[in-house]
Every structure is written in structure tokens, then in C-alpha cells.
Nanobody, 123 residues
Framework: QVQLVESGGGLVQAGGSLRLSCAAS????????MAWFRQAPGKEREFVAA????????DYADSVKGRFTISRDNAKNTGYLQMNSLKPEDTAVYYC????????????????WGQGTQVTISS
């Protein structure tokens, strides 16, 4: 089992920045690919970014490329999502997820989820 806890969400103005953290406990976090998803009210959960266990490979949704950066520190069992140039359409609950295989763009492929952290961007 892997337990994931997100933090760092909040309310910021458009153009601002936030850094989300995903603290992992339980089994060795470094063995798991990690991803961030988000879900806005009335919408399906969507892929945001993902990173391999080593951090050597990563990918982003087109909507966040150039603005968001995913990273991880396996020594600290923590993953991060740096979000810059935030837009009102980035408003959502952000979830981190982990799986023991290569990362996937599909939520159902992930075995472990955090409880989510709310990100609200005002215009």
C-alpha cells in the first residue's frame, strides 16, 4: 500500500503560481510512477502531468505545457507540481496518483490516490 497526501492548494489570482506537494508513505515511493490529475465541477478527471519512478521521463497535458513542471524527490518520498501563469480554467481539485508500472494518462490505471487539494484561480 502507498498512502498519498496532497498539499499546497489555495486561492490565487490569474497569473500567479502555486506549488503542490504529494507526500507518500508506505511502500517505497521510488518504485512508483507518479501523476497529477485534476477534476473541475461537472467534468471528468483529466490528466495533467506524469513522471517515471526515476524522474527521467515525464509528460504534460497540452493545456499545461510550458506552465507546469512535475518533479519528485525520492529521498523525501515527495512529488511536486509547480504551477505558473495560472489561469481561471486551471481551477479544480488536484489529485496525485501512483502506479507500479510506467505512467499512464488514464485515471483507472492508477492504484493509489490522494484525497485531493483544491486550487482556485480568480480572474
Amino acid at each position: 500500500q502507498v498512502q498519498l497526501v496532497e498539499s499546497g492548494g489555495g486561492l490565487v489570482q490569474a497569473g500567479g503560481s502555486l506549488r503542490l506537494s504529494c507526500a507518500a508513505s508506505g511502500r517505497t515511493f521510488s518504485r512508483y510512477a507518479m501523476a497529477w490529475f485534476r477534476q473541475a465541477p461537472g467534468k471528468e478527471r483529466e490528466f495533467v502531468a506524469a513522471i517515471t519512478w526515476s524522474g527521467s521521463l515525464f509528460d504534460y497535458a497540452d493545456s499545461v505545457k510550458g506552465r507546469f513542471t512535475i518533479s519528485r524527490d525520492n529521498a523525501k518520498n515527495t512529488g511536486y507540481l509547480q504551477m505558473n501563469s495560472l489561469k481561471p480554467e486551471d481551477t479544480a481539485v488536484y489529485y496525485c496518483a501512483a502506479r507500479s508500472a510506467i505512467y499512464s494518462y488514464t485515471p483507472k490505471d492508477y492504484d493509489y490516490w490522494g484525497q485531493g487539494t483544491q486550487v482556485t484561480i480568480s480572474s
